[in-house]
């Protein structure tokens, strides 16, 4: 599967390099990706794997590889497609899989439209590049709340979704440099590479504001659903059709990046009930039982990345908290601190060590330590 996928990237490159030196109408046409393998021992010592958990573990792992195929088509518009793979191919979410397949009309910086499949308009995290992003996961309110491994249940699809999306800066200062910043889009609300089930759009979209440079000062806001079409038992009787859990979601975040300095923080709250069962296998789909956690949930993390030697070695240190019920009998809490070193823009090795307090667990308290290598071509 692998190679079928790199032999269509490659052919498909080599096809439009030889279609760009006879048509003017598309140019720029490269192909790009990155990988990160990762070594991560996990002292939790619980009996049961959960969604709070794992069992003690202590592995290397392949954690993902990504390639890319970009360009422009008459100037105006920029297209993008990406695939990923990860070291475990057995389940929907880990599957190789395409990641982003969309075109954009950009002749105008205020407003520009792209269609296809792409990262939901949601908090300053979600869009980050997996290296640029800085530790050694998402925070854990962007990875449950703005579709990695959603909390309501839906496949892994790494903060993305399928539709339409408008965008754009505006309101220069006198130096030239915008000081707001909108985005806004209509999505099926089913993750990736999966048509609507219930027929019903999310509706997702933030403004930020960049009151000096590198800092931004943004709001975001989500409305939609996530269904299913399966059977459930309700007061007693099973009942069978399409069951839609109505999403509300909003964040509150904030950044400055300068000097090369990261300082940031996002507070994410969620109203809506999830499914039991995550959306792994074809299976699962069909499983509309809720899960316990309630109809609420939320989180909060703040993180500084300071240079030690400027764009070669830095120091970083994050407060990552999530509740899955938004109450502190749930609460899993990771206090991180960690440095990576940067042997050339494109290559750099991380080291990471985190204390996690798991309220949910008998025992609370233990540890995390995790060594990645990455790199981009």
């Known amino acids: 599967m692998i190679k079928k996928v790199l032999f269509a990237l490659l ?30 021992y ?9 969604e709070h958990g794992t069992n003690k573990s202590n592995s290397f792992n392949l954690r993902l590889a990504r390639f890319t195929l970009d360009g422009r088509i008459l100037e105006d518009f920029y297209w993008k497609a990406q695939v990923q793979f990860n070291g475990n191919t057995s389940t929907l979410g880990s599957s190789p899989r395409v990641v982003d397949l969309f075109a954009e009309w950009q002749k105008l910086d205020f407003f520009k439209i792209k269609v296809g499949q792409f990262k939901r308009p949601f908090t300053f995290e979600n869009p980050m590049h997996p290296i640029d992003q800085g530790f050694m996961s ?4 962007i990875s449950a709340l703005a579709g990695f491994s959603d909390r309501a249940g839906a496949h892994a699809s790494n903060g993305r979704d399928i539709g339409i999306q408008l965008q754009g800066d505006f309101l220069k200062n006198k130096n030239g440099r915008d000081l707001l910043h909108y985005q806004v ?38 409305t939609g659903s996530y269904a299913r079409k399966g059977t459930w038992t309700e007061d007693g009787e099973t009942k069978s059709g399409t069951r839609s859990l109505q999403q509300r979601r909003y964040a509150i975040s904030a950044e400055y990046k300068a000097d090369d300095w990261t300082l940031r923080s996002e507070y994410i709250h969620s109203t809506g009930y999830a499914f039991a069962t995550r959306y792994q296998n074809a299976s699962d789909a069909k499983d509309c039982t809720l899960s316990g956690n309630g109809d609420k949930a939320d989180g909060v993390y703040a993180l500084v990345i300071a240079p030690v030697i400027k764009n070669k070695v830095h120091a970083k240190a994050r407060y990552d908290m999530y509740r899955s019920n938004a109450e502190w009998n749930k609460a899993k809490t990771f206090y991180e601190i960690g440095a990576d ?33 990455d790199w981009r071509f």
């Open 42 to 50: 996990n002292g939790n010592e619980s009996t049961a794997a959960d």
């Open 341 to 373: 070193y940067m042997f050339h823009k494109n290559f750099q090795i991380n080291v990471e060590y985190a204390l996690v307090n798991d309220r949910s667990l008998a025992k609370h308290n233990y540890s995390m330590f995790d060594v990645e290598v």
């Open 138 to 141: 998402y925070s854990q309110n």
């Open 11 to 40: 052919l498909a490159q080599s096809l439009t390099v030889g279609a760009q030196e006879k048509k003017s109408w598309i140019s720029n046409v490269k192909l790009s990706g990155y990988g990160m393998v990762q070594y991560q």
């Open 185 to 222: 889009g209509v999505f099926n609300g089913q993750g990736i590479n999966v048509s609507d089930v219930d027929q019903q759009k999310d509706l997702i979209g933030g403004m930020w504001f960049m009151p000096i440079k590198g800092m931004r000062i943004g709001a975001f806001g989500w």
